[in-house]
């Protein structure tokens, strides 16, 4: 392998002096002056409600109020992968906290006393919390008019019922496959709802100026999906791509649920008809549990066949997502977990259901796992009981069954070079499986657990990346993309992998945070692709600037581009030791010629990137044909776990976790993505979850 | 309306408050001063930690107008002309990913390492227990901390 000089090295974050101290920009941190206006939105108190009426009249008489809005001042709808939402609720509400009418006033004091006092009359229709109940033939519809929304082609939504999205797998022979089995286990696994809880709460502020542009900034991971979503739900108002600009500062905490856009489309909207002023709407951390996205609950009923010595022959997998009232984004978790809901396993025989089911609480959307780890709850719980009734060792049983590369995937493509086994082999060796366990205090008990994981979440197959390169003077860059550093070090890798193409160390270069009319298109930083996808796109505008540079030192000195190379931030020819220009010497006034003229100027590098390989068109009815992932990321946890006997408080006493992370390009980087990930997992496990009462 | 005058960051400041104005928003939006955060407005993230009189309080849980005479740190008082040891950590041991709960974290720390500059793993966690992180897992910020402790120790 290549010696890399900054790849693969644990370069210092190059955002850490802002972030530690205090100099970071977030979107609250924004000053927008004398003409900032603040919104409080009317939440919903119903669940599923038809909106009889909505009287204003005492709220605008309190001083401050500029404006009150309501559904019929934007009877628009939006979505990322189908148009199911509404920027305000139009004739009813579908959860409670749902967005039914904004107070705009000069204090954020006035628009929370005058919010309290609109009048909202709701007539109650039946309300669905369980997903299994919406299922019923004979149940309310949450959306009549299902039939004639807008989706993805890869969505396949069935008219008057609640269901959203059936993605459905069919591979092998089923009942042959269960035929073959010695023996067959069924069980039924439940997943709660989870909320992302980012420390910063969703902000985003709105202004449209005179001229009739929108500019909005916002706290997001999907700057140029905003803007997207932004100019094609205000299309009515005659907004283009080009009059919508999207600014995303530091954002304080994203892990999927500041992707796509929820309450940002709110003071984008109402920006729109308050023309010249700014407008500012910030979540209160209570909203951030009653109106953004949310990790969909699961109810998965399992059938698995294995023979006598351990072999998987067979899987029936039904998953039915709680996806919430709205599933324009959360429809794609429904089916990038119904691609995968095999787990990281070689089965040639499998059923997958993955249905996204329509109930009255608040949108599901993306949270970070994308749906795999909701279903390998199932999936590994199911394989321990298996296990242990054939008597093998859980490890063993997971090692015999594990997908290799060239085994086919659920859905008929060959799975990915990877390093599944060598990750069993590391974490069995972390957690010395083999070592039997006894605690000393007799009111404690000890054991451990071993799962297996994979991932890949399903992306458009034209999702796709772009950056732009520039030098300056003294040969430091500026390096313009659009991902969002939501805590992971993307800025800093991207330097990295700059820095590595053109010999500039990472700290002579600076990656500011997004402008959509200034950085290039990004599709959005989600998917765990954004290190790789980016990455591969600042890895070709590195490229380009390198030839540009290379030609015209062809040009100038005459020496071939193949003998050039870059070295310590200068060109250096293979066949000519003493040839030696410093970047800084050429990138950007050019090289004098014998008569004084220049050659060359300003070198800008782009690059772009979208994985060509990838198509969704697979068969609707089996899912077969068409290769929707790129690549599957695999792993293996195990953790020791003491209870007490009398209490049942569990702590966990050791972790072990292996991620086959392809070239860790910075190290302690991914270690505090594993890290941090792992712990947010515990999190889910032993502490957290949702609850919800029929309102 | 009231005025109020404390010294912030070692100057002295003056403004007109209304008695239900909290310290957090009289600092973000009328002086300029950014980096405590709103995280959840009810004192349970210690995003909007600062300094008052030396003790780290929640800025969001002080009235402005009780703050007659006080002396208030931020982090941007704390790190005025350069980083600290314990910020330079910081950076080091990655002790951060969003950034959000950073200042708020870091003025934590320092109020510990003023009043017991050698504090054990336990007593850190003890005093961090009111500022949640939900990107790191903390330990890269007990790590820091740590090490600042270990490095003068030395």
Known sequence: MKHHKYIGHPVIRIDGREKVSGAAVFADDIDFGANLLYVEVVTSSQAHALIKSIDTSAAESIEGVVKIFTGKDFPYKFGLYMKDRYIFAQEKVRFYGEQVAAVVARTPQAAKQAARLVNVEYEPLPVLTDQMQALDEACTLIHPDLGDYEHVPWFFPRANTNIAHWRKIRKGDLDGGFAQADYILEDTYNVPRYAHCAIETHVAIGKYDHSGRLTVWSSSQSPHTQRNLFAEALAPLGLTHKDVRVITPHVGGGFGGKAGVTMEIIPAALATKLRGYAVKLRWTREQEFTNTYQRLGVIAKLRMGVTQDGVITALDHKIYWDAGAYVEYGANVVNAVGLSAIGPYRIPNVSIDSVCVYTNLPPGGPYRGFGYSEMLFGLESHIDCIADHLGIDPVQFRRKNAINEGDTTAYGAKMNPNGLIEAIDKVTAAIEWDKPLRSSDPSKVLGKGFALFWKAPAMPPNASSSAFLKFNEDASINLIISGMDIGQGYQTVMAQIAAEVLSIPPAKIRVETPDTDRNPYEWQTVASHITWSCGNAVKNAALDARDQIFSLITRVFNLPADTLYLEDEAVKCESDERFHLPLRDCVINGIMTGDGTFKGGPIIGRGMFMPEFTSTKGNPETGQGGHPNVHYTVGAGAIILEIDRETGKMRVLKAAEAVDAGCALNPDLIKGQITGGLLQGLATVLYEDMRFDEK | ?154
């Not at chain 2, 600290?84 to 002790?95: D, G, K, M, R, V």
Request: net charge negative.
């Open chain 2, 1 to 154: 309306m009231k005025q109020v005058t404390f010294t912030l960051n070692d100057e002295i400041r003056s403004c007109l408050v209304k008695p239900n104005e909290t310290l957090l928003d009289i600092l973000r939006d009328r002086l300029g001063v950014k980096s405590p955060k709103c995280g959840c407005d009810h004192g349970d993230c210690g995003s909007c930690a600062v300094l008052l009189n030396g003790k780290s309080v929640r800025s969001c849980l002080i009235f402005a107008i009780e703050c007659e005479g006080m002396e208030i740190h931020t982090l941007e008082g704390i790190s005025k002309d350069k980083l600290t040891t314990l910020q330079e950590a910081f950076i080091a041991f990655n002790s951060f990913q969003c950034g959000y709960c950073a200042p708020g974290v870091i003025v934590t720390a320092t109020e510990l390492l003023a009043n017991n500059p050698h504090p054990t793993l336990e007593e850190i966690k003890e005093a961090l227990s009111g500022n949640l992180c939900r990107c790191t897992g903390y330990t890269p910020i007990f790590d820091a901390i740590m090490a600042v402790t270990w490095k003068e120790n030395k």
